[in-house]
């Protein structure tokens, strides 16, 4: 993942600026992107990115483990690298270091294990979490048949590993997907902080979508502060 200037990578803007109201206000350029949709997004969530507008919304607000290339070839992301062992049932992902969220916390194994078992939980609904299922223990942790994911692994700080059920060749392409984007772990409740339905850091305004810094970044001074709400 490049280091880009925090305002590059913080701020997605549809229809309006980050920030902004629609209010016609001019802005730098080099900190927006805007980008149309026939029809809007389901939600700003990972969890939740069940059609394409959503999706697209997720793949440029997001970050996962890997990430596809204009020309589809797959790449590293947040992490920098993964190697495969046992006959591919193992997958160790090494997890790039300095990157940290938009509130300043640090990406780390468990922030990984979080976002998917956010994903598979049963309340979560988001409805496509099959790319997640190749990890033993996902599909029946998504069913209610299991109060674990027992192929999910923290190695230090540093790594997580993945066991699968079988060999699967194309699984780090699966991490590609939007659903399995990594979040940071929401923060506690509390008043008008979080609303229903959205992604950590993100609002969403009936056509109009404003989500700034969810994505991971790699910070190259101090960690950004958290938005005031």
Do not use: N
Request: some cysteine; hydrophobic content about 40%.
């Amino acid at each position: 993942m490049r280091a880009l200037p925090v305002t590059t990578l913080a701020c997605l803007v549809v229809t309006t600026a980050c920030g902004g109201g629609g209010d016609g206000q001019s802005h730098s350029r080099g900190s927006q992107l805007t980008y149309y949709e026939t029809y809007d997004p389901r939600s700003l969530d990972p969890a939740l990115s069940t059609d394409v507008p959503t999706g697209e919304m997720v793949a440029l607000a997001y970050d996962g483990l890997t990430q596809f290339d204009p020309d589809g070839r797959l790449l590293p992301a947040l992490a920098d690298r993964w190697t495969v062992a046992r006959g591919g049932l193992r997958y160790v992902f090494h997890l790039r270091a300095g990157v940290r969220f938009h509130d300043g916390t640090r990406l780390t194994p468990e922030a990984v294990r979080q976002s998917f078992l956010r994903v598979l939980t049963p309340g979560t609904r988001g409805g496509r979490a099959w790319p997640l299922y190749p990890i033993a223990g996902a599909a029946a942790y998504a069913a209610g048949r299991s109060s674990e994911v027992t192929g999910i692994g923290l190695l230090g700080d540093s790594a997580v590993a993945f066991d699968l059920a079988e060999p699967l060749a194309i699984f780090p392409k699966f991490l590609a997907m939007p659903v399995a984007a990594v979040v940071p772990a929401l923060p506690p409740p509390t008043s008008g902080s979080i609303r229903s339905g959205a992604a950590p850091g993100a609002s969403w305004r009936g056509s109009t979508t404003t989500t700034c810094g969810s994505r991971a970044i790699r910070t190259t001074g101090p960690a950004p502060r958290p938005p005031t709400r």
